[in-house]
């Protein structure tokens, strides 16, 4: 049901400030899920706060894992190893996340019982086939709508396999993978471009190892995780928004700490040097494989910019708010992500009827998208249909305009990132 939230965002001249944005959401779900196969009780801090990853401990719950949540954003699952999960009583939530429903695909594709994994209206529009044929080829019987959730998947002792996948994904690798680690032989998977390596570092980090030669990984199974306590480091995808405004707006500087720095996931820091603005990136720790630093952004000048298709995998999740660069001036042009169209909402079609709402011009290609910021835009209405990265892209876009805009289906900022409206007014201030 389309949502009837509204934030209205007033102009704001700069963003100003230093901050930490919530803890990752890729790497929460993986230690949320690799803890749940371990044995002993595993206890993650600064997990992410989000909808998204609160799907995947309601998921990790239903299969029988206790979890206990002690203060903010503190994790402890108690694991008793992968055999002592439970068939679920009734049919698993993934909500709105991808990534819970792929990756814990992997994980009960592997268990001796039947599990149905169902999410929200848009979830079940997204294409699960990527995972539904490589698990099917272990050994899984897979029941779906039409290559859709939802998703019953009868599990079996599964068998390894080499896949090749045909997009690149790190939802895909990660199901494979988790599937590997319980089946028998050694799975390896290789993949068109590389895509985030948290799964790789994350399973390293619980003890299990994961080979990585070139575009190929490959695990052997068997393999026994053992219980860690980890800290998640702030959401890069989070902090994006923020650095972008930055980025955009005259007079701008954030300084943003403690956030993931995995090289596999910054490609935007490279598009705002390109843009003109001034990025400094200070890596302080690197903790569980994952490096993690401050950022500061500094505004000082706009021009172009072209993402590459070669470039997209690094950021993906980035791309919403990359449009919101040129909201007051500049280009950016974005070709080879077609993917964007599967993601919680079309979002090449999302972002151009948006921009063109708050008075961007913005044009739609089959792969990609263009804004041609043009002046001070007026300002205007842009629904975010019910994508928590449209609405962010659209309330900093916002930011640049004449008059106050109109975010519609503005709540769904809480899949990710909970008080991101609030953070919004601490740095417009
Ligand atoms: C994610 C991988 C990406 C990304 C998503 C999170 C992950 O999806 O867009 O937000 O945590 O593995 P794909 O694997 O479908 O590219």
């Not at 290559?147 to 996948?165: D, E, N, Q």
């Not at 903790?287 to 500094?298: F, L, S």
Request: with cysteine; glycine share 10%; proline share 6%.
């Amino acid at each position: 049901m389309p949502s009837l939230s509204v934030t209205t965002v007033s102009p704001a001249r700069r963003v100003r400030g230093r901050l930490r944005v919530p803890g990752d959401k890729s790497i929460s779900h993986r230690y949320a899920l690799i803890a749940a196969c371990a044995e002993g009780s595993s206890r993650l801090l600064n997990y992410a706060p989000g909808a998204d990853c609160q799907s995947t401990l309601a998921c990790l719950r239903g299969l029988g894992i206790a979890i206990e949540a002690n203060g903010p954003q503190a994790v402890t699952l108690a694991g008793h190893g992968f055999d002592a999960w439970r068939v679920p009583a009734a049919a698993l939530d993934a909500g709105n996340s991808g990534t819970t429903m792929r990756m814990l695909a992997g994980l009960v594709a592997a268990q001796p019982f039947t599990t149905r994994l169902i999410g929200d209206e848009s979830l079940s529009r997204r294409p699960m086939r990527r995972v539904i044929e490589p698990l099917t080829r272990m050994g899984a019987t897979i029941e779906a709508a039409d290559g859709h959730a939802p998703l019953t998947i009868h599990g079996a002792r599964l068998h390894a396999v080499h896949h090749t996948a045909e997009v690149p994904s790190a939802q895909i690798k990660s199901a494979v993978l988790f599937a590997g680690l319980h089946a028998e032989g050694t799975t390896s998977i290789a993949e068109p471009a590389a895509t985030r390596d948290h799964t790789e570092r994350a399973l390293a980090a619980f003890g299990v190892i994961v080979v990585t030669n070139g575009a190929m990984v490959s695990i052997e199974g068997g393999q026994r995780a053992t219980a860690q306590a980890l800290t998640v480091p702030g959401d890069f995808s989070s902090a994006a928004f923020w650095m972008v405004a930055a980025a955009a707006l005259p007079g701008s500087r954030v300084e943003i700490e403690d956030v993931g720095l995995n090289p596999t996931r910054t490609g935007l820091v490279s598009v705002l040097r390109r843009f003109g603005a001034r990025v400094d990136v200070q890596q302080t720790d690197v903790a569980a494989g994952e490096p993690r630093g401050t950022i500061i952004v500094e505004y000082d000048r706009t021009s172009g910019v072209d993402i590459a298709p070669d470039e997209v995998p690094g950021l993906i999740d980035e791309l919403p708010a990359i449009a919101a660069l040129a909201s007051r001036g500049g280009r950016v042009s974005v070709r080879g992500a077609g993917e964007l169209r599967v993601k919680e909402s079309d979002r090449i079609a999302a972002i151009v009827a948006g921009f063109r709402g708050l008075g961007i011009p913005a044009d739609e290609r089959p792969d990609g998208f263009l804004i041609h910021g043009d002046g001070t835009p007026a300002g205007g209405i842009a629904d975010a249909r019910s994508d928590h990265r449209m609405a962010m892209a659209f309330a900093i876009a916002a930011l640049a305009a004449r008059a106050p805009s109109r975010i519609e289906g503005s709540d769904a900022v809480a899949v990710s990132y909970p008080g991101f409206f609030e953070t919004l007014d601490g740095l417009v201030a």
